[in-house]
């Protein structure tokens, strides 16, 4: 298991505080997110995601656990992870989505679309 910090912005002031850590074990590529994602801080998340590549059928799953915040740019770059990852023959799945982070999710519909999970043992199981 490889475990990398990808992207750490936590001492930046207001908004757009993200630290996001990439693990990849068995094929899966887990990032965890904490703080806020919004306009500031999207590139960190969107930056972190593996490429969508045919031959790799990129699996995902984004642990939104410690996100406290999640704005429309947030609910993009899922959208758009999401679109890439299927186009690729893989998926994208969330876990941890609760609070204001769940509202926002349920509130636009891509609840609908990836698929959510409570814990990261869900999310990674077959």
Do not use: Y
Not at 3 to 21: E, I, M, P, W
Not at 34 to 39: T, Y
Not at 100 to 115: E, F, H, K, W
Request: net charge negative; hydrophobic share 45%.
């Amino acid at each position: 298991m490889q475990r990398t910090r990808v992207a750490d912005n936590q001492k930046a002031a207001g908004h757009g505080r993200l630290s996001v850590t990439r693990t990849d074990a068995d094929g899966v590529t887990v990032l965890s997110l904490d703080g806020e994602v919004d306009h500031h801080s999207v590139g960190a998340l969107s930056g972190a995601l593996p490429p969508a590549d045919v031959s790799t059928a990129p699996r995902v799953v984004v642990d939104l656990t410690q996100v406290a915040f999640m704005d429309s740019s947030g609910v993009n770059a899922l959208i758009a992870a999401h679109q890439a990852t299927v186009a690729a023959g893989g998926w994208l799945r969330l876990v941890g989505v609760r609070g204001a982070v769940l509202r926002t999710v349920q509130l636009v519909g891509l609840d609908l679309i990836v698929t959510c999970h409570p814990n990261l043992d869900e999310a990674l199981a077959p």
